[in-house]
């Protein structure tokens, strides 16, 4: 059993920067892949970003490539994820997941993959 806090949501003004953080607790001898998805109301989850295991790969939605950087911190059992230039459409519930694997370097889109997940944190990007 992983589990997941996630921290940092707050209200924002576009433009602004914010970081998210995942912290694991638990079962943190399993080596996980982890991810951020987030949920618009009224809308489905979608996926935001992923990191593998070691950290070595990482994808990112179309819609925030370029603005949000996903990293973690092994020792910490931390996985963040910084938004850049906020968007009012970036306001959602942002959603932290993890899954254990083997591989050091295998990423994953989608939320079947994960079996575990954090509680959320609200974004809100307003003027």
């Known amino acids: 059993q992983v589990l997941l806090r996630e921290s940092g949501g707050r209200l924002a003004q576009p433009g602004e920067s914010l970081v998210l953080s995942c912290e694991a607790s638990?079962?943190?001898?399993?080596?996980?892949?982890a991810a951020w998805f987030r949920q618009a109301p009224g809308k489905n989850r979608e996926f935001v970003a992923t990191i593998s295991r070691s950290g070595a790969s990482f994808d990112y939605a179309d819609s925030v490539r370029g603005r949000f950087i996903i990293s973690r911190d092994n020792r910490k059992n931390i996985v963040s994820l910084q938004l850049n230039n906020l968007k009012t459409e970036d306001t959602a519930v942002y959603y932290c997941a993890a899954r254990p694997t083997q591989s050091s370097t295998f990423i994953y889109t989608a939320a079947s993959n994960y079996g575990f997940w954090g509680g959320g944190t609200q974004v809100t990007v307003s003027i």
């Open positions: 638990g079962r943190t001898d399993l080596t996980y892949a």
